[in-house]
């Protein structure tokens, strides 16, 4: 890090205590980060951990994340290993010994984090891809029909779309809701439950919407489907699809007791992880539908065929759906330490600050007569996404509104718009308190 002439004159090098100088003949003056102690009780002390710009009020943490010190560190330690030698520390990394593969210890990491199997990840580049690979590797026929909801998100919707045309098989979308006041655990599963056709192989839901801020019962809705999987043949049973990616990091629950059969997300937005990585995780015998689309660098068994000119042997395992050929494997392997950094803090503790503060805010929205709250009130129907709408105002403007004060919003990109906050943990109650006051001034 090259320190910038205005930190030394604002002070905040020495003052941040976040940084040692070091003399470099090459470079001039350089900066290391040393590890800066973090009381993981402490949310002050947890927010010192980021670069996130001081005079913003940072509330769209559920979009990019900025990633916490130890996982910079990580970052820098592989880049500078790639840049001195790259085929050395990629051989020995990625192609030596079981024990030493690093992608195989994001694998652990994140088994820990979903309480699964390290073997049942596939690491991907983003919660897009996850659903890419699962959609284009299903091997579904002209008569079936994936059944979604009209709350996904455009990537998750086209996903559906680009397999469904590959496959030949049909798309059926439901409207779960169409205001906050009608959304219940019960209800939208019993929707759910009489949606289920003989056609239906594949259900496919959002674990939190980004449209709305609405939390699914995601594992009422796999219960309905294990129920409706009691009276169908082996090779007919429903799969069961969620896009999990704004509920992974902010709602302390296994995904491995979710009660899906593949579960994809980003690790680049509430883990906290480097940009472009992801995962998906599923149990062995649902990997077993997958035919990999895009070949992997982590599997031996279809290199081994290859080579030997065979078709791989078994079934497809989690590895063979982790996209190849090379990746930015210092952001991959920087995973490691987000699942660590959220393990310090705690899953429950994250979970039960983003509830909070969120929640906060949304009591805060519902008491403005200017203001309508598209996100329910229960935490057990919403997590870290907050929408809402001001009377007579387009959400862009809303958002511009807030920018003019320091606070990062945003307009959802959906058919119907909506202003979004997401408070996240590096947020306070003062960030929440601010944004309320500049909300009740546009009455
Ligand atoms: C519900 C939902 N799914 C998927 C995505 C895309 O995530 P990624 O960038 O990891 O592909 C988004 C984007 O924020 C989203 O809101």
Redesign the pocket.
């Known amino acids: 890090m090259v320190i910038a002439r205005r930190d030394f004159l604002k002070g905040t090098v020495t003052a941040s205590l976040a940084s040692s100088l070091l003399l470099s003949p090459a470079v001039g003056v350089i900066a290391r980060e040393l590890p800066l102690e973090m009381d993981p009780h402490d949310w002050a002390s947890i927010r010192a951990q980021f670069k996130l710009a001081s005079e913003v009020v940072h509330l769209s943490n559920?979009?990019?994340a900025s990633t916490p010190l130890p996982v910079r560190e990580a970052m820098a330690r592989h880049r500078q290993a790639f840049d001195e030698n790259p085929y050395t520390y990629l051989e020995d990394h990625m192609f030596g010994a079981a024990q030493d593969m690093l992608w195989r210890k994001v694998c652990v990491a994140a088994a820990d984090y979903v309480n699964g199997q390290a073997e049942e990840i596939a690491l991907t580049t983003?919660?897009?891809?996850?659903?890419s690979m699962i959609y284009n590797g299903l091997r579904l026929q002209p008569h079936q029909e994936i059944l979604t909801t009209t709350h996904?998100?455009y990537?998750?919707d086209e996903a559906m779309r680009l397999a469904s045309l590959k496959w030949g098989a049909s798309i059926r979308r439901i409207d779960l809701y169409q205001h906050r006041d009608e959304v219940s655990a019960e209800r939208i599963v019993e929707q759910v439950r009489h949606a289920i056709m003989p056609a239906t192989r594949v259900v496919a839901m959002?674990?939190?919407?980004?449209?709305t801020g609405v939390r699914l019962p995601i594992k009422d809705i796999g219960t309905v489907i294990i129920e409706a999987n009691r009276k169908r043949e082996q090779n007919n049973q429903i799969l069961y699809v969620v896009?999990g990616?704004?509920g992974f990091g902010c709602i302390d629950q296994d995904v491995s007791d979710l009660g899906c059969d593949f579960f994809s997300?980003?690790t680049?937005?509430w883990i906290l992880g480097p940009h472009g990585t992801?995962l998906v995780w599923a149990k062995e015998a649902s990997w077993a539908h997958i035919i990999p689309t895009i070949p992997s660098i982590m599997a031996s068994e279809p290199a081994n065929a290859w080579r030997q000119e065979r078709a791989p042997m078994g079934a497809t395992q989690a590895c063979w759906v982790s996209p190849g050929g090379f990746l930015a494997f210092e952001n991959q392997w920087g995973v490691i330490e987000a699942f660590e950094f959220i393990k310090q803090i705690g899953r429950k503790r994250i979970a039960d600050r983003v509830a909070q503060l969120n929640g906060a805010l949304k009591e805060g929205l519902e008491q403005m007569h200017h203001v309508t709250l598209h996100t329910p009130l229960q935490p057990e129907l919403s997590a870290g996404i907050v929408c809402c709408e001001v009377k007579g105002m387009e959400p862009r403007a809303v958002v511009s509104a807030l920018k003019n004060h320091s606070i990062i919003a945003s307009a959802t990109p959906y058919r119907q718009s909506t202003v979004r906050f997401s408070a996240g943990i590096v947020n306070s109650t003062a960030d929440i308190e601010k944004t309320l006051k500049v909300m009740a001034s546009l009455a």
């Open positions: 559920f979009f990019l983003s919660t897009t891809q996850g659903l996904e998100w990537t998750h959002t674990w939190v919407h980004s449209g896009d990616v704004h997300s980003g680049h937005k992801g």
